[in-house]
């Protein structure tokens, strides 16, 4: 499904929704605005492009690729009906 909407939407990256509140969460919709691709779970159609590669360190690497992607695409992918949990 995925893919299918990256090529619909000209994207190149999606992921989940970041927050596991219920408040944030919405049924049956992807966004499609600037937004954070958190590391925990995302997918991506591979470009050669050494402009979106991680420059800065690990604790900011999540917000640097949705920022370079978005600030590329103009769109990134989030579906807000799903989220990861996580145990740190």
Sequence with gaps: HAHDVMLQ???YIWGLAASSNPM???VDH?????????GFMYGYRVRHDDSLKSVFCS??????RSCRVFNRDGVV?????YCARTIF
Excluded: F
């Design 9 to 11: 939407e000209s994207a």
């Design 24 to 26: 944030n969460m919405i």
């Design 30 to 38: 992807i966004s499609r605005k600037n937004g954070m691709v958190n």
């Design 59 to 64: 604790p900011t690497e999540d917000v640097e």
């Design 77 to 81: 992918l989030r579906y807000m009906m």
